[in-house]
T-cell receptor, first 115, second 115 residues
Framework: GAGVSQTPSNKVTEKGKYVELRCDPI?????LYWYRQSLGQGPEFLIY????????DSGLPNDRFFAVRPEGSVSTLKIQRTERGDSAVYLC?????????????FGPGTRLTVL | AQTVTQSQPEMSVQEAETVTLSCTYD???????LFWYKQPPSRQMILVIR??????QNATENRFSVNFQKAAKSFSLKISDSQLGDAAMYFC????????????FGQGTRLTINP
């Protein structure tokens, strides 16, 4: 595709439910990042993949959050037992490769609302 | 840990005028990268300009330029000849030179352009 795509665009769920958020990076981009942006705040780093492996998951807030990238392309962010505090925009970004200052291209995000 | 601070929650400027957005950061490292991102209502983050800390020359991109003061840990963005399309949230971000690839963002500044 032409850019990073994320689905769904919006997700409304109830407290305690499980959700999956999907990110399709730009074709050929080996690095993929997830960020969380709470209302009125800047994005905060969650996890970074280089290929299929999570190179840095230091931003995941707790063990309810998990992300995978099994084939080194599409990634899924999974949130178990959602809480109202999980409500935010979840942004995905990809870049051609890590280790250099290559640009991170962002998707439009998924707005998650936990009722 | 590195931190980025944007002390101006909102700024406004008349169309065709010049505006400067402020950003300060804290780091103990000598080499790093700094960025300004634009986030319109579509939520998609767009890279505006990038500065490598080891370069003394301030970066410029058309109507956008930065004032990088390394000793003061200051990184301001100047927008010249402001246009209605410049209206957006602007985020300052930091990235380490080596190691962690994640971006550390400030809280953002909402820029309004008055016609």
């Amino acid at each position: 595709g032409a850019g990073v795509s994320q689905t769904p665009s919006n997700k409304v769920t109830e407290k305690g439910k499980y959700v999956e958020l999907r990110c399709d990076p730009i074709s050929g981009h080996t690095a993929l990042y997830w960020y969380r942006q709470s209302l009125g705040q800047g994005p905060e780093f969650l996890i970074y993949f280089q290929g299929t492996g999570a190179a840095d998951d230091s931003g995941l807030p707790n063990d309810r959050f998990f992300a995978v990238r099994p084939e080194g392309s599409v990634s899924t962010l999974k949130i178990q037992r959602t809480e109202r505090g999980d409500s935010a925009v979840y942004l995905c970004a990809s870049s051609l490769r890590s280790g250099l200052v290559d640009e991170q291209f962002f998707g439009p995000g998924t707005r998650l609302t936990v009722l | 840990a590195q931190t980025v601070t944007q002390s101006q929650p909102e700024m406004s400027v008349q169309e065709a005028e010049t505006v400067t957005l402020s950003c300060t950061y804290d780091t103990s490292e000598s080499d790093y990268y700094l960025f300004w991102y634009k986030q319109p209502p579509s939520r998609q983050m767009i890279l505006v300009i990038r500065q490598e800390a080891y370069k003394q020359q301030n970066a410029t991109e058309n109507r956008f330029s930065v004032n990088f003061q390394k000793a003061a840990k200051s990184f301001s963005l100047k927008i010249s000849d402001s246009q209605l399309g410049d209206a957006a949230m602007y985020f300052c971000a930091y990235r380490r030179f080596q190691g962690a690839q994640k971006l550390v963002f400030g809280q953002g500044t909402r820029l309004t352009i008055n016609p």
